[in-house]
Structure formats: C-alpha cells, structure tokens
C-alpha cells in the first residue's frame, strides 16, 4: 500500500504546541513530503516540506516556529509546532510524491491524507 494518515491535531491556547504526525507507505528510493494547511472557502497552502535527503524548507508563515523531523524507521514525519497563532488554525494534510528536489510548493501530489484538525483559540 502507499499514502499517508495524519494525526495529533487538537486544541491549544495561543502560544502552544502541538506535534503532528504522518505516517507514510512508500516503496520508492526517492521520497517528498509536505505538510499543507486549508481553512474553510481557502485553497490549500504550502506549510513545510523534506526530501529523501532529510533536509526541510518552510514557508515564511512557519520558519522560526514549526520544525520538520522524520523517523525513517518507522516512516513518519513529524511537524513540530511551537508559539500557535490563530491564524494557524486549519485543517493540516500531509502530502507525498517522489519528487527530487522536493518543496512544499507544489500543487499536485501522488496522495494526500484526509487532514488532522488544528485549532488555537483563548
């Protein structure tokens, strides 16, 4: 089988963190994932995203405050998300291909998981 399952969305005050996981299925020696965000009536925006080679990029709306990490073992990507804002309420959804050059920019991806809901509110 092959796609990703997000999950670890909840909750949180302003100024929280959450984890969020994406365990993914792949059996190509080449690996992209991304995470992306949508809010009701919005498209969906490019958050973070890792290539085969381990290294991250982010979105402006995420440097210095969500981290990218990936346990290859057990094929999850972990976004770390740390000083929520509101604005960073969305629906989160993590995203896979077999890109090379890998980016979180990208509109079309192989699979798409269904999303882990992401809410800060006071």
């Known amino acids: 089988a092959q796609g990703v399952v997000e999950t670890g969305g909840g909750s949180v005050e302003p100024g929280g963190s959450l984890i969020l996981s994406c365990k993914y299925e792949?059996?190509?020696?080449?690996?992209?994932l991304a995470w992306f965000r949508q809010v009701p009536g919005k498209g969906r925006e490019g958050v973070a995203g890792?290539?085969?080679?381990?290294?991250?990029l982010y979105a402006d709306s995420a440097k210095g405050r969500f981290t990218l990490s990936k346990d290859n073992a057990a094929n999850i990507l972990y976004l770390q998300m740390d000083n929520l804002k509101p604005e960073d309420t969305a629906m989160y959804y993590c995203?896979?291909?077999?890109?090379?050059?890998?980016?979180?920019?990208?509109?079309?991806?192989?699979?798409w998981g269904r999303g882990t809901q992401v809410t800060i509110s006071s």
């Open positions: 995203t896979l291909d077999s890109w090379r050059s890998c980016t979180y920019s990208r509109p079309n991806w192989s699979y």
């Open positions: 792949w059996t190509q020696s080449t690996i992209c």
């Open positions: 890792m290539g085969t080679d381990g290294n991250a």
